[in-house]
């Protein structure tokens, strides 16, 4: 492509449209019809204005944090045929981030759920730069499946009990949906080859073992979270008659003292266990807190097997946040795995709220000067037995810690004036609900300067 003739200018500026190399002939003309030329050549590069584009994003995969797999964001570069280095930012929860990559596409791994926002590329070697585009979403792990199974009632060893169906237990998975398979022993740690030969089906679900023995289970999700379980088949004489007893228990809380666990109209001088949640004396059903949760009771006759479950739930304390400190500590804490923490905060001048979030009531609590109260107590996140959810215990080591707080105004710096044989006049400074002004006040002895000291008291 030919440009020009153009009058000379310096310096002279030629458009250029395509990369490559560029011949300049330069023609002077002096007195005569002489005439003489000067040439040159330029090399010109020139670096389409570069884009880049979120095209895909996968999920945290894996069932706890500690053991989940990244997710991944993937970016793609062009235009066509175009190559980096580029370097992106990109923003996710707020929060921007910047890498580089010659890669196209570019795939990153990520262990930060939220939404993934592409805000600009730029090409490394040239300076061209662009707005980004597309977003991702990377969802975070999915939660581990529990369960909490109910054994069967004790057979009898003299083959006269009907065999226990271990399709038929009650495992109470949570989240429901779940698959439920069964092993003749310990599935943890093995290979799914392994688990096969193990594996219980059809009529082998229907046991009917010769004396006490224990069957393991696996509760699967859709999403291949998986959480073991066990059952006990307890095997007995039966060859004196009982009666089933039932079991009435009692909700505890640790730090709250021991609670009493009972039965009627089973044959004394039996046995009481727990699931969990502390220890029981077996004889006198005495049974002592230590783990917060939902667990079940039971008693067994002494001869003849006849059993009876109840539910009962261990309340966590919080008698130790003692103070506005000590609560501050709390609010920071985990919650208590079956249990959601209740505040309760009064505002200077305010009414009671509650809220049940430790974020709700983080931010409620705002730099307000004057009086806060603040209350704290736990609470079911789940039905367990005969107490509903959201139920909070009665006993009194676990009642609501309530703790009070001052937020005291900050002090103005105060300037009083200097006076000559004159009163000396106190500054405004502006009146904050709930606190009184106390001025101090040094009169000189002689001839001299005053001192003058402000502070601000609460009004009880």
């Known amino acids: 492509m030919v440009y020009g003739p153009v009058p000379y200018t310096n310096p002279l500026s030629i458009p250029v449209t395509m990369s490559g190399d560029y011949i300049i002939t330069g023609v002077t003309f002096a007195s005569g019809n002489c005439m003489a030329s000067v040439s040159g050549m330029a090399t010109v590069t020139l670096t389409p204005i570069p884009t880049a584009a979120i095209t895909a994003s996968t999920n945290i995969s894996g069932c706890l944090p500690a053991t989940s797999d990244d997710g991944t964001v993937t970016v793609s570069f062009g235009p ?5 280095p580029w370097v992106i930012t990109y923003s996710v929860n707020g929060v921007v981030y910047e890498a ?3 890669s196209n596409p570019f795939t990153f791994t990520t262990d930060i759920p939220g939404t993934y926002t592409l805000l600009n590329v730029e090409h490394e070697s040239s300076g061209c730069s662009a707005p980004g585009s597309g977003t991702g979403v990377v969802a975070p792990a999915p939660a581990a499946p529990t369960v909490n199974p109910v054994n069967p009632a004790a057979i009898c060893s003299d083959g006269s009990s ?26 943890t740690g093995m290979s799914v080859a392994i688990r096969a030969t193990i594996t219980l089906s059809g009529t082998q679900l229907m046991v009917e073992p010769p004396a006490t023995q224990q ?7 859709s999403n291949g979270c998986e959480v073991i379980g066990s059952i006990s088949v307890t095997v007995q004489l039966c060859s004196v008659a009982c009666t089933t007893p039932v079991v009435s228990t009692s909700n505890a809380c ?21 699931s969990g949640g502390g220890t029981i004396d077996p ?15 039971t008693y067994t006759t002494p001869t003849g097997g006849c059993t009876d479950s109840e539910n009962f739930v261990v309340f966590p304390s919080l ?6 400190q000590h609560l501050q500590r709390c609010l920071l804490r985990s919650a208590v795995t079956g249990f959601n923490k209740v505040w309760n905060i009064t505002a200077p001048g305010g009414t009671a709220t509650t809220y ?3 974020a709700a009531a983080s931010a409620a609590l705002t730099n307000t000067p004057g009086c806060w109260s603040v209350g704290v107590q736990y609470q079911l996140d789940a039905a367990c037995g005969g107490a509903a959810i959201n139920a909070v215990s009665t006993i009194a080591a676990c009642d609501p810690v309530t703790t009070s707080a001052v937020i005291f105004p900050p002090l103005v710096d105060i300037t009083v004036s200097n006076t000559c044989n004159a009163a000396l006049t106190l500054p405004t400074v502006p009146a904050v609900t709930g606190f009184t002004k106390v001025w101090a006040i040094t009169a000189p002895a002689v001839v001299q300067l005053h001192t003058i000291q402000m502070l601000l008291l609460q009004q009880h």
């Open 80 to 84: 066509a045929g175009s190559t980096g």
């Open 356 to 358: 049940n979030t430790d």
């Open 215 to 221: 069957y393991y289970f696996t509760y699967t999700l």
């Open 254 to 274: 640790i730090g709250g003292g021991n609670v009493t666990f009972t039965q009627t109209g089973g044959d004394t001088g039996g046995s009481w266990s727990v």
């Open 100 to 102: 580089t990559t010659t």
């Open 283 to 297: 004889a006198s059903g005495v049974f002592t807190p230590s783990t917060p949760g939902c667990f079940v009771a």
């Open 162 to 187: 009907s065999p226990v169906d271990l399709s038929s237990i009650v495992i109470n998975g949570s989240p429901e949906g779940g698959t439920i398979v069964w092993y003749s022993a310990d599935p």
């Open 319 to 324: 008698s130790r946040y003692h103070s506005f």
